[in-house]
């Protein structure tokens, strides 16, 4: 009965042995003995580990009767059925899990197989496409091949034909040459045989020419006496009477004093009017380029005349890439430049600082431009080798530049060449003269001109010309980013326009160009944006050299480096420029007549009794 509570009967696996008969449990000897190995048994001659408890039956008994006469004795066994649906469920509930557990592998399977079938296919996809674009490729280049072999062909019969043209050309001018030989011969004999006979013509008659030549002298040294004669007798009977006529004699004088006034006033009117024409049309010597519009230039270039008149201000800061906070600056001041243009008020002198190449002329051109005032561009270094008429270039430079009707800027590039400062006693009398010219014209504001100067070293400017000066910019050499922004203009504009356009024998090679221009504007530091747009044009040249005109990426790193092995070379240089100005090395300056050596003094050629010691000379530079 012990399967209707669902419990098990704990002897129910055990093994069941025949309990032996009763005269077997004899036959051993002692209580505990076995015999031949048997079953051992106690003293009674039971067995002892089969021995049977009837108790437990009894119990088994007496709990079935008193569950029989239990009242619960149904539920237990809606109970134990209950138990066993559930654990026929559950076991349903394991094989449909298996199931589902099976048809989820098999789905995985399914999904394993789709996705690997997908990666077959995009490998095969890359496949062709490599193959494809290998063909491409091989098509290309046997293009090319056919091309260069067809040019070689081209060239080859263009040689053929060049070599009997010149053949031919060679044969003709021998021809000529053989037949110009055989006329000349025949010239000369011709010309010996007419020579020959004249000769012995004129030895024949040499006495009848002797007769000739004498009758002829004689008539004319008779009528060269005649007429002298007469010449002399009219003379002074004309003389003598405008002589006896005072009346003659006072009207001639007075027609040779009005010719005489007549004259000298048309000679210096004449030259006052070309000195009014020069200062208001001509441009003058010391102006390298302007934008003022002359008459001639006018009647000579027409076409440019109109486009220039029709352009409108342009902004101040197109196309140059500066620092932000320097553009913000330039933006001011244009805008102010402009208002006091239209508003006619005075402007304001500037003064641009900083290493070469950063973009002060540029900024003045487009400055001029956004304001619509014409601008002029001179240099320093023109002005010494004017020596005496350096002043009255000064004077006319200024007088032409205060006659612009819409204003001019007036651009002096490396202005510290001849404003530098005169305590130095480095500069000549002419010199001086010149930058006291320039401080004169210069000294009050002024609503025709503005004066913009630019220096690579501001601090050799003399103090008046500092006073001068109502603002001063400094240009820095780009950042990284400007210098990104710059390589990514000038590889566009010198290499991937012209390869575009395909006008040219340029071409590309695919890389990353926005990656290379980074890297570039990271390498580049210290170059400025006249030697980064110097890197454009490089990369034209290497591309040009090329055998098949191709920009490759390595090709481009190479002229970077060139480029900045160059820069490092200038600045050893220019160090090595600035120890000696200072003092620090040996040098020996041609130019000024100045020889240094360690502490020793120094003394200025052509300047008798001026002399200044090195260091003071260092001194007064910081």
């Known amino acids: 009965m012990s399967w209707i509570f669902g419990i098990k009967n704990p002897n129910q696996n055990l093994p069941q042995f025949p309990i032996p008969p009763a005269g077997d449990a004899g036959g051993g000897s002692g209580s505990s003995g076995s015999s031949g190995g048997g079953v051992p048994v106690d003293k009674s001659g039971k067995m002892e580990a089969y021995r049977f408890d009837s108790s437990a039956l009894e119990r088994a008994a007496k709990a079935a009767k008193e569950l029989e006469l239990s009242r619960n004795a149904k539920d237990a066994l809606d109970l134990s059925k209950m138990q066993e649906m559930t654990m026929q469920l559950d076991h349903q509930k394991r094989i449909k899990e298996y199931e589902a557990h099976v048809e989820q592998t098999k789905l995985d399977q399914i999904r394993l197989q789709a996705e690997e079938r997908r ?13 494809a674009l290998y063909q491409d490729q091989l098509a290309r280049k046997r293009y090319e091949d056919e091309l260069l072999q067809h040019q070689r062909m081209n060239d080859e019969n263009l040689r053929k034909q060049e070599e009997s043209t010149a053949k031919q050309e060679a044969m003709r001018k021998a021809a000529i040459e053989h037949e110009m030989e055989l006329r000349t011969k025949g010239e000369i004999r011709r010309v010996e045989a007419e020579v020959h006979a004249k000769g012995k013509v004129d030895r024949e008659n040499h006495d009848l020419y002797l007769d000739r030549l004498h009758q002829k002298a004689a008539e004319n ?3 060269i006496l005649e007429s002298i004669k007469t010449v002399s ?3 002074g009977t004309g003389f003598n009477k405008f002589i006896s006529d005072w009346d003659k004699v006072f009207a001639t004088a007075i027609g040779l004093s009005v010719l005489a006034v007549g004259v000298y006033s048309a000679k210096r009117g004449t030259g006052v009017l070309a000195r009014y024409i020069e200062a208001r049309l001509k441009k003058p010597v010391l102006v390298r380029e302007t934008s003022r519009l002359t008459p ?12 220039r008149l029709m352009n409108k201000p342009q902004d101040a800061l197109a196309g140059v890439v500066l620092d932000p906070k320097l553009e913000t600056r330039l933006r001011d001041i244009a805008i102010a430049t402009g208002n006091t243009k239209r508003n006619k008020g005075m402007f304001r002198n500037i003064i641009m600082y900083g290493p070469p190449g950063t973009g002060k002329t540029l900024f003045a051109k487009r400055l001029a431009m956004h304001s619509g005032m014409d601008y002029a561009i001179m240099t320093g270094g023109d002005v010494a080798p004017m020596a005496r008429e350096g002043v ?5 430079l200024f007088d032409w530049a205060s006659t612009s009707r819409r ?4 651009f002096i590039d490396e202005a510290d060449a001849f404003l530098r400062k005169r305590s130095l006693g480095l500069t000549s009398e002419d010199l001086r003269a010149t930058l006291n010219a320039f401080l004169y014209k210069t000294g009050d504001q002024s609503n025709k001109f503005m004066l913009v100067l630019a220096s690579n070293v501001p601090e050799e400017f003399d103090w008046a010309v500092n006073d001068r000066i109502d603002e001063m910019v400094e240009f820095t050499l780009p950042g990284l980013e400007e210098r990104e922004r710059l390589v990514r203009l000038y590889f566009g504009q010198y290499v991937l326009q012209p390869a575009a356009e395909g006008k040219r024998r340029l071409k590309v090679s695919q890389f990353d160009y926005g990656k290379l221009c980074s890297d ?3 390498q580049t530091s210290g170059l400025s944006g006249r030697e980064i747009a110097k890197l454009g044009v490089a990369w034209q040249a290497a591309a040009y050299a090329s055998e098949d005109g191709i920009l490759t990426h390595q090709m481009a790193l190479d002229r970077v480096a060139d480029a900045i092995k ?3 070379q200038k600045v050893e240089w220019m160090s090595e420029q600035e120890a000696k100005k200072d003092g620090r090395l040996p040098d020996t300056d041609e130019s000024v007549g100045i020889k240094t050596s360690g502490s020793s003094t120094s003394s200025i050629g052509g300047m008798a009794g001026n002399s200044i010691p090195m260091s003071a000379a260092a001194k007064e530079r910081s």
């Open 119 to 131: 990666k077959t296919l995009a490998e095969e996809t890359k496949q062709h496409q490599q193959r």
């Open 392 to 396: 009255t270039a000064m004077h006319k």
């Open 296 to 307: 001639f230039e006018m009647l000579k270039h027409p076409i440019t005349t109109a486009v």
């Open 233 to 235: 007798d009219v003379l």
């Open 407 to 410: 204003g001019l800027l007036l």
């Open 520 to 522: 570039i504007a990271a």
């Open 221 to 223: 040294r008779t009528a």
């Open 566 to 568: 160059q820069n490092k």
